[in-house]
């Protein structure tokens, strides 16, 4: 490093001593400063993702995966990740993948079935992890520490549920305790009661709400019949059962089945508030009940160079906060800036976000409260469109928003998904110099 | 001399050809590039043979390579003499077989390309030496322009230069030689200002050029045209100057988004430029027109 300070130290020289007093003085204030955004390029220490894959995401218990086994789902894009780069899976260091309403135990286990059933040998670990909402960003997050901790080189974030499978149900009493703590008992709200608390603090009306649904919608409906998705979206073979007659059939399935294309505001207009008499959360402006999985490969910058692997996106920033449970939808509108700061960048250096949409309330708010532009955000749709397969949100917005910033060859993305009782995670991914801020939020 | 732009890169070691077809319309082609361990400051072309280049190398190297072999077989040679980053290298116009290499270790070193050493070390400057280059017409005659603020013109005859210019009160980043007056030269300064000389009337300045906002990295002289040259500065501009006019600023491009570090005309097309910078842009126009434009 002595001979870039050396270096930087001469070109320093260029500009400092240049401060002739008969010229503005303007540049006599020049001064040499860390540099927050890491610049782009020369050394090898970055985290980067190299591919970014996922599964179509259907709706449960009716839709194309209602007879798939979850690890059915991870397998397919663990196997993409491998195949598509040509890396040789023994070089994974550890998997880390998001999933949430399984139990612990059993879904861990699963995950470790679908990396044998994906090529993995027994050498490569894997894990899961459970921020809720969050889990498939704070998956990719955990993974691109670990690599810049110097645990491993390459690394598997990855996201997965199946809520076909698992249902939100609490099992067991509740603690007597939340009686007298409300913050804790606010932590038992469902999160369409969340939903409307968000609407009715922050005045999003229930037009407001509507019509990011149909946005949604129509966003994805257009991103899914030009194609946008076929880059990221591995296709997978799997079995439908007929429930009426019980017949077995194969099916590959290749599309979003949840995008609605001729949705209308009129259309939702005559959907029922389903959380609270006079509300304005429907099943229509809410994220959909889903099943899918996604994975992210990311490695030191220095390792996809030597292996002449694209570079997708450098991973920048991660943060994480925590809000009020009862209002946990707001999430986003506090980690977003947290995390485009410690980029070292300004919200409008941020070419594109991918904010995920649990609920139409929420989503609006921290839209209009940290004043984005619309045209930038979910260019290809979001939850209330695509789903909402617990886990898997966070890993998917990171596919999807780094194969938008591919097709556009732009910069900085990021992506926010908010969880419940908890905050927003936020992860920053870039293109050149970028970030990905991801919000997870956690819909029970 | 070849119709091929060469653009070095400092600090990230890629260093690529070029090959500019004749018509300026038809975009950039890349002919062949090297990578290199440590960043390229400089290049110049061989006089004798169009398919060598030398390359002056920040690790304190200076190294040949030739363009018609692949990539594996270069670099064909490495002078490593210099002990500290080497600024520039200039290739001797009319003798065909020598060049010379200035340095941040504040020398200057003469070489044959035959020869596995230099021939000798020009050792006056007392700091970085940026840029050294052969005069036009005469054979043995080099400027070399320093960090301690002087210019010195030597003859490789003599042992010492043979004319000094304290040229600035800031330092010098860059010289060049009038093509078509060989005692006119021009100096470029980190206190943003381009000084044009003349070696007759003895250190007597014939114009000072302002215009840039910060330090002038780079100026070349027209290869066409005796009164016209560009410069490009840490101000981001790239900026063409007629100096026998009352206003000498003819020209500003301001296409770059980083240091604009590199300029050069090209001897073959009149008007057209290429520029560099850390922007990592290369832009290569006719002069009059926009660069940005395909």
Not at chain 1, 199 to 222: I, L, P, Y
């Amino acid at each position: 490093m002595e001979k870039a300070s050396n270096r930087q130290r001469v070109l320093l020289g260029h500009l400092r001593s240049s401060s002739a007093p008969r010229y503005n003085n303007h540049e006599s204030s020049l001064s040499a400063s860390a540099c927050l955004a890491e610049g782009s390029a020369a050394y090898g220490d970055d985290v980067v993702v190299v591919a970014a894959y996922r599964t179509p995401q259907c709706k449960s218990k009716r839709g194309g995966f209602k007879d798939t086994h979850a690890e059915d789902l991870l397998a397919p894009v663990l196997k993409a990740l491998i195949e598509k780069t040509n890396l040789d899976p023994r070089e994974v260091g550890d998997i880390v993948v998001g999933s949430v309403l399984a139990p612990g135990s059993q879904r861990a286990s699963e995950c470790r079935m679908a990396a044998f059933y994906a090529g993995f040998p027994e050498t490569v670990p894997i894990r899961t992890v459970n921020r809720k909402c969050s889990s498939g960003l704070q998956a990719v997050a955990d993974v691109a520490a670990s690599i810049k901790a110097g645990f491993y080189d390459v690394g598997i974030g990855a996201g997965l549920e199946s809520m076909t499978v698992n249902s939100r149900a609490w099992v067991g009493n509740v603690n007597p305790k939340v009686k007298h703590f409300q913050k804790a008992q606010d932590c038992l709200l469902p999160m369409g009661v969340t939903s409307e608390n968000v609407a009715h603090r922050f005045s999003v009306t229930r037009g407001e709400q509507d019509r990011a649904a149909v946005d949604s919608h129509r966003k994805a409906a257009t991103a899914s019949a030009s194609g946008r998705f076929k880059d990221e979206i591995i296709p997978v073979a799997t079995k439908i059962v007929d429930p009426k007659t019980g017949d077995e059939k194969p099916i590959i399935v290749s599309v979003d089945d949840g995008i609605r294309p001729n949705t209308s505001l009129a259309d939702l207009g005559k959907l029922k508030a389903v959380f609270k008499k006079d509300g304005t959360t429907t099943a229509g402006n809410s994220s959909q009940v889903s099943d899918g999985a996604a994975a992210v490969l990311l490695m030191k910058r220095s390792v996809a160079m030597r292996k002449g692997l694209p570079i997708l996106g450098v991973f920048r920033a991660f943060v994480v906060v925590g809000v009020d449970p009862a209002t946990m939808g707001v999430g986003p509108a506090v980690a977003i800036p947290a995390a485009v700061k410690a980029a070292g960048l300004d919200l409008e250096d941020i070419d594109l976000f991918e904010i995920n949409e649990a609920f139409a309330s929420q989503f609006v708010y921290c839209c209009k409260k940290l004043e984005l532009d619309l045209q930038k955000i979910n260019v290809n749709g979001g939850a209330i469109a695509i789903g909402h397969p617990l886990g898997t949100t966070g890993a998917r917005c990171v596919a999807t928003l780094l194969h938008e910033m591919k097709r556009r060859g732009t910069g900085m993305g990021a992506a926010a998904v908010f969880e419940s009782g908890d905050g927003s995670d936020e992860l920053r991914n870039s293109r050149k110099v970028e970030s990905i801020n991801l919000l997870s939020r956690d819909s029970r | 001399m070849n119709p091929a732009l060469t653009l070095e890169s400092s600090e990230t070691t890629v260093f690529t050809f070029y090959l500019l077809p004749p018509t300026p319309s038809s975009p950039l082609t890349e002919l062949i590039s090297f990578d290199t361990a440590d960043g390229i400051y400089d290049l110049a072309w061989s006089e004798s043979h169009d398919s060598l280049l030398i390359a002056a190398v920040s690790d304190g190297s200076v190294k040949l390579y030739d363009t018609t072999l692949l990539p594996t077989q270069n670099p064909l040679r490495s002078f490593q003499e210099h002990t500290r980053e080497v600024d520039s290298v200039d290739y001797n116009p009319t003798r065909r077989d020598s060049f010379i290499s200035s340095s941040w270790d504040d020398t200057i070193k003469l070489w044959i390309l035959d020869r596995p050493t230099s021939i000798h070390t020009f050792k006056e400057h007392a700091y970085c030496v940026y840029s050294a280059v052969w005069n036009t017409r005469h054979t043995d005659v080099f400027a070399s322009a320093s960090g301690d603020r002087i210019v010195r013109i030597c003859d490789v005859r003599e042992p010492g230069s043979t004319m000094i210019i304290p040229g600035h009160d800031f330092e010098i980043l860059c010289c060049d030689w009038n093509k078509y007056d060989d005692c006119i030269i021009a100096t470029a300064s980190v206190d943003k200002r381009i000084r044009v000389w003349d070696m007759r009337s003895f250190r007597a300045l014939i114009l000072v050029l302002n215009g840039h906002g910060f330090a002038v990295r780079k100026v070349k002289f027209s290869p066409h045209h005796r009164n016209f040259l560009v410069s490009c500065s840490y101000d981001m501009t790239v900026c063409m100057w007629d100096f026998m006019m009352e206003d000498a600023l003819v020209g500003r491009n301001d296409h770059h988004t980083e240091f604009a570090v590199g300029v050069d005309m090209s001897v073959l097309i009149d008007g057209l430029l290429a520029s560099t910078g850390w922007d990592e842009m290369v832009y290569v126009w006719q002069h009059g027109t926009d660069p940005r434009s395909p």
